[in-house]
């Protein structure tokens, strides 16, 4: 079965910087994109960043665009998030998810990995 470990999480200032893994096993399959979604309390989940394991595309939400740079080692199977001057609002649960297409849509994503909470104070 696919699984997804998120890690990385913690409590940081504002301008901190925090790196989130996730480490990804239980599948041969490799065309795949893994993502990275957050969920604010009450507040729609959404898309932060996206990488393609064949091509390396990716993809950026506005609001995290030159603040944060996805990566991946498919060897490993394990993407990263560098998360730099991070802002109160970036405060959120984040999740990393799997799908065996070239996207990064939240509803199209067929693998979820539990959550790591990044807190950022102001």
């Known amino acids: 079965d696919v699984q997804l470990q998120a890690s990385g999480g913690g409590l940081v200032q504002a301008g901190g910087s925090l790196r989130l893994s996730c480490a990804a096993s239980?599948?041969?399959?490799?065309?795949?994109?893994i993502g990275w979604f957050r969920q604010a309390p009450g507040k729609e989940r959404e898309g932060v960043s996206c990488?393609?394991?064949?091509?390396?595309?990716?993809y950026y939400a506005d609001s995290v665009k030159g603040r944060v740079t996805i990566a991946n080692d498919n060897a490993k199977k394990t993407v990263y998030l560098q998360m730099n001057n991070l802002k109160p609002e970036d405060t959120a649960v984040y999740y990393c998810?799997?799908?065996?297409?070239?996207?990064?849509?939240?509803?199209?994503?067929?693998?979820w990995g539990k959550g790591t909470q990044v807190t950022v104070s102001s």
């Open positions: 998810a799997l799908v065996r297409r070239p996207l990064c849509v939240s509803d199209y994503m067929n693998y």
């Open positions: 239980g599948f041969t399959f490799e065309d795949y994109t």
């Open positions: 990488i393609n394991s064949s091509d390396g595309d990716t």
